[in-house]
């Protein structure tokens, strides 16, 4: 290639590399397409996070990496199928999210039931995990208006409340600002743990779209409320 030509196409080689070959993404499917079966080799992150939640005794199934049109995929994925405890409600989790639930469960969650409330954990309710949708609750909020949610990605996860071994309900919607200071404190001491885990935990304290219920997302946002 002559001298000129080669200085010429450099830059465009460079941006090329740059961009981490974007001409080579799949066009987007639109939202409510037949889900298709992506052909991914297993990342090493994901490896790696199989292997913890083998070493933590944890029993769970991967899942085919999945592309359901609108920009919500599901790579990386697996269904929990036993952590110790039952938990309601859960399909497709990626599986960082996986990882930091089953341990804020373990280590944050079932101890400060028993300690706290003096009774075991018998039952943990979810409002569900994956679904193809945008954020929602914060309006006005800047980028919000259309971007995706982290359940779009499955990497979120809703809880709504706790059932205790003596027979006991604690949710979300009643415990948070109820008149037991035992429930208050318990609810606020999980929140301060998930944040420890997670890169978003939502509250009731956030806004009116969480008044039922915790949103714990594996991002690394750092953002807690």
């Given at each position: 290639m002559p001298r000129r030509l080669a200085?010429?196409?450099?830059?465009?080689?460079?941006?090329?590399?740059?961009?981490?070959?974007?001409?080579?993404?799949?066009?987007?499917?639109?939202?409510?397409?037949?889900?298709?079966?992506?052909?991914?080799?297993?990342?090493?992150?994901?490896?790696?996070?199989?292997?913890?939640?083998?070493?933590?005794?944890?029993?769970?199934?991967?899942?085919?990496?999945?592309?359901?049109?609108?920009?919500?995929?599901?790579?990386?994925?697996?269904?929990?199928?036993?952590?110790?405890?039952?938990?309601?409600?859960?399909?497709?989790?990626?599986?960082?999210?996986?990882?930091?639930?089953?341990?804020?469960?373990?280590?944050?969650?079932?101890?400060?039931?028993?300690?706290?409330?003096?009774?075991?954990?018998?039952?943990?309710?979810?409002?569900?995990?994956?679904?193809?949708?945008?954020v929602i609750g914060a309006p006005g909020a800047p980028g919000a208006a259309g971007r995706l949610s982290g359940h779009a990605s499955a990497n979120a996860i809703d809880i709504s409340g706790f059932v205790l071994r003596d027979g006991r309900r604690i949710t979300l919607q009643q415990g948070w600002n109820g008149g037991d200071a035992d429930t208050r404190a318990f609810l606020r001491a999980i929140r301060a743990s998930a944040c420890k885990r997670f890169g978003t935990v939502l509250s009731p304290d956030y806004n009116a779209a969480h008044y039922n219920h915790l949103h714990l997302e594996d991002d690394r946002a750092g953002f807690c409320r």
């Open positions: 200085v010429l196409a450099l830059p465009l080689l460079l941006a090329s590399c740059l961009s981490g070959g974007s001409d080579r993404r799949a066009p987007s499917r639109p939202r409510g397409a037949t889900p298709i079966t992506l052909s991914l080799p297993t990342s090493r992150e994901t490896q790696a996070c199989f292997a913890d939640l083998a070493r933590a005794d944890v029993r769970f199934s991967p899942l085919p990496d999945r592309d359901y049109g609108g920009g919500c995929q599901v790579i990386g994925a697996l269904q929990l199928l036993d952590i110790g405890v039952p938990v309601t409600n859960i399909k497709a989790m990626r599986c960082g999210l996986a990882r930091s639930f089953t341990g804020w469960v373990e280590y944050a969650v079932a101890p400060a039931a028993r300690q706290m409330l003096g009774s075991d954990l018998a039952r943990i309710e979810s409002m569900g995990t994956y679904a193809c949708r945008a």
